[in-house]
Nanobody, 115 residues
């Protein structure tokens, strides 16, 4: 098992930046895929970005060029650097870990982009 705790959310103006962190309760070295998802009110949860154990990344089209996912195996942490934030980025952001055959989720952190 692995517990995931997100942090770093908050209120930011359009065009601003935030850095989200996802701290895992155990080593993430070898965890197949870790990712960030988000869910806005009234909408389905959607993939934002994911990173494999080998460092390959994948992004939603809506965040390409603005968001960067990274992982620090020594700190058991995955990060999401979010730049040029837009109001439509407002959502609860969740961290996910795929540890075959299970999937683990954090409780989420709220990101609000508003002037």
């Amino acid at each position: 098992q692995v517990q995931l705790v997100e942090s770093g959310g908050g209120l930011v103006q359009p065009g601003g930046s935030l850095r989200l962190s996802c701290a895992a309760s155990r080593s993430i070295f070898g965890i197949d895929v870790m990712g960030w998802y988000r869910q806005a009110p009234g909408k389905q949860r959607e993939l934002v970005a994911q990173i494999t154990s080998g460092g390959a990344t994948n992004y939603a089209d809506s965040v390409k060029g603005r968001f960067t996912i990274s992982r620090d195996n020594a700190k058991n942490t995955v990060f999401l650097q979010m730049n040029s934030l837009k109001p439509e980025d407002t959502a609860v952001y969740y961290c996910k870990a795929n540890v075959f055959p299970s999937t683990y989720w954090g409780r989420g952190t709220q990101v609000t982009v508003s002037s």
